[in-house]
């Protein structure tokens, strides 16, 4: 051990010294290093307010263009019209992250096409109700446009990500990593 250290300290040894002092410096920079820590979901973009018209007596369908001669109740949901203009943006969040989502959030929106042109948007809504999204189980999260672009159109997908908060670059790179070695450690003890 001692030779070791003397070769460390000693005059010599260069290529030694240099790597040391390498795995130190980036010890030290994981260690402090922090960066915005922001939650990936897959977003799409849906009309914001809904209209609905429904039948308002006991009849069918004469004519028209969605199946003459079905026959319709009162109340029947006969179509939906959604204005342009008003937009939510619904986000499927994993959830081994939906803990870290919260109402007032901030975030950006990327659309596939308009990739461009980063979007705000603001988290309104973590709802409790999960879907299968890619095998994985997902919590539905709503987030209003304060800026609406003309290009825009219900229907369009694309990436969002919500901003969490300040965390360390180490923390961010190993967190999933580190998540499933306690659920399986978990799951393996007696």
């Keep these: 051990m001692r030779e070791q ?8 040894y ?15 920079f994981l260690t402090f290093a922090t960066a915005e820590y922001c939650i990936t979901a897959n977003a799409t973009l849906e009309g914001g307010e809904l209209c ?6 006991n009849r069918y369908i004469e004519t028209a263009q969605v199946r003459a001669g079905e026959p319709v109740s009162a109340g029947d949901l006969l179509f939906e019209l959604v ?26 929106l990327v659309l ?3 990739p461009q042109v980063p979007l705000s948007i603001d988290v309104t809504l ?10 994985r189980n997902a919590f539905r999260v709503e987030a209003s446009l304060p800026e609406v672009r003309d290009r825009l159109r219900p229907g369009m997908h694309g990436i969002g990500k919500i901003a969490v908060g300040e965390r360390r670059l ?9 998540q499933w070695v306690r659920l399986k450690l978990w799951a393996w003890w007696p």
């Design 52 to 57: 609905s018209l429904v039948a308002p007596i």
């Design 5 to 12: 250290l003397t070769r460390l300290l000693g005059p010599a």
């Design 170 to 178: 180490i923390w961010i790179w190993t967190r999933t990593f580190v």
């Design 83 to 108: 204005p342009l203009g008003r937009y939510r943006v619904q986000l499927s969040v994993d959830e081994r992250d939906i803990d870290d989502v919260a109402f007032g959030q901030a975030g950006a």
């Design 126 to 135: 973590v709802t409790p109700v999960t879907s299968v999204v890619d095998g």
């Design 112 to 114: 596939g096409a308009l």
């Design 14 to 28: 260069l290529g030694r010294k240099f790597i040391v002092r390498l795995v130190l410096a980036v010890a030290a």
